[in-house]
């Protein structure tokens, strides 16, 4: 199983890119999250290549962070290009 983020853990990136812990709903936040899961889907399953069900959660994280990302550029570019130099995503 893939490992998951603890609560502290989550507290930590809303705080860092989302304002402060509680404010989970930020697109920022969200982003920062999504990408997080979605490296730790990605090392799980370097390992564990047969995974098909978290294979699939990854592209559905994928997918879901690919939607806010164009939300936020839409939104406001300058935050988009930070969010996107800050969490090293490639577009």
């Given amino acids: 199983m893939p490992q998951y983020l603890t609560k502290e853990q989550k507290e930590n990136i809303f705080k860092e890119f ?8 930020s697109t920022e936040g969200q982003i920062a999250l999504f990408t997080a899961r979605i490296k730790g889907l990605s090392d799980h399953l370097q390992e564990n290549n047969k995974d098909h069900s978290s294979r699939r959660s ?7 962070r690919r ?10 570019i300058n935050k988009y290009r930070e969010i996107l130099k800050a969490l090293n995503i490639r577009k």
């Fill in 58 to 64: 990854l592209l559905r994280l994928v997918g879901k």
């Fill in 18 to 25: 989302g304002g402060s812990g509680a404010n989970s709903g």
């Fill in 67 to 76: 939607k806010l990302l164009k939300y936020l550029a839409n939104k406001d």
